[in-house]
């Protein structure tokens, strides 16, 4: 998101990565360059009769909802058939009814109507760039990736991914969304929240207090996880400390395989 994004950003994201030792296995690919990619996607999309131009905005919107009494942040459709001679400002998929459903591997399934709950829903933003939903398919689909691992706040944009997988013919991964990092308040920390940043100068520790206080003790209070007993064994072994305050690596914890997003 350019307007909003620091120039430092992107650097600091990857320095801190890297220092936890999180190495990709392919050059790291960036979304600004990317630009073509989305528009050919987009054209497909067009070209099948899937996408469509829209003029409204977010205020039309808003009324059109209170007139049709649907809930707030639906999209009503009213570009569908064209947009009487106004200008296009953003681009929209076309969803069609039904119940798009998934396995997710920690919150189990997961189904969502995406007609009913979404609506129709923008890939083409009207400042002219791309949207998430189409970007993190078509980058997804390029790096051949496998499995995505992220946070469950973003389960419920999944549905509409695996839409677009299917019309642009592309495989859908496997998904895990994985419980947030909150405050004591229950708010996700965030740079909305003036949450500290993680200090990449002690890696090891910073990583270990995190498997502890979100994983070990909240799943001991049976918080977070779902399935077998026998993950409480196997977290234990993962988040034993040192007198150091170093986490003490398990190689016999696969926590997932595969290819990341």
Not at 7 to 18: G, M, N, R, V, Y
Not at 24 to 36: A, E, F, G, V
Not at 46 to 54: N, S, T
Not at 120 to 134: E, H, K, S
Request: aromatic share 10%.
């Amino acid at each position: 998101d350019p307007p909003r994004e620091p120039a430092w950003a992107a650097e600091d994201q990857l320095e801190t990565i890297e220092a936890f030792k999180l190495h990709s296995d392919r050059p790291i690919l960036r979304q600004s360059t990317r630009y073509d990619a989305y528009q050919e996607a987009l054209d497909l999309l067009i070209g099948k009769g899937l996408a469509y131009g829209c003029a409204c905005t977010r205020k039309s919107i808003e009324a059109a909802c209170a007139a049709a009494g649907l809930p707030q942040g639906v999209y009503p459709g009213t570009c569908r058939h064209g947009t009487g001679g106004a200008p296009i400002r953003a681009w929209r998929f076309l969803v069609d009814d039904g119940v798009v459903s998934f396995p997710d591997r920690w919150q189990g399934t997961f189904k969502q109507n995406v007609s009913k709950e979404v609506g129709d829903f923008v890939i083409r933003r009207a400042d002219g760039l791309w949207a998430y939903q189409l970007a993190v398919v078509v980058d997804d689909g390029f790096q051949d990736v496998t499995h995505v691992v992220r946070g469950a706040d973003l389960i419920d944009n999944t549905p509409r991914q695996i839409l677009l997988q299917k019309a642009l013919g592309l495989p859908t991964p496997a998904y895990m969304h994985i419980p947030l990092v909150l405050d004591k308040n229950g708010n996700k920390l965030s740079k909305q929240t003036l949450a500290p940043a993680i200090d990449r100068s002690r890696p090891e520790e910073e990583a270990a207090h995190a498997w502890i206080q979100t994983f070990y003790f909240r799943y001991a209070r049976g918080v977070l996880f779902r399935g077998s007993a026998a993950l409480e064994g196997e977290i234990s072994n993962l988040c034993l400390i040192s007198t150091s305050g170093s986490a003490k690596k398990d190689s016999n914890f696969p926590l997932f395989s595969g290819s990341l997003s």
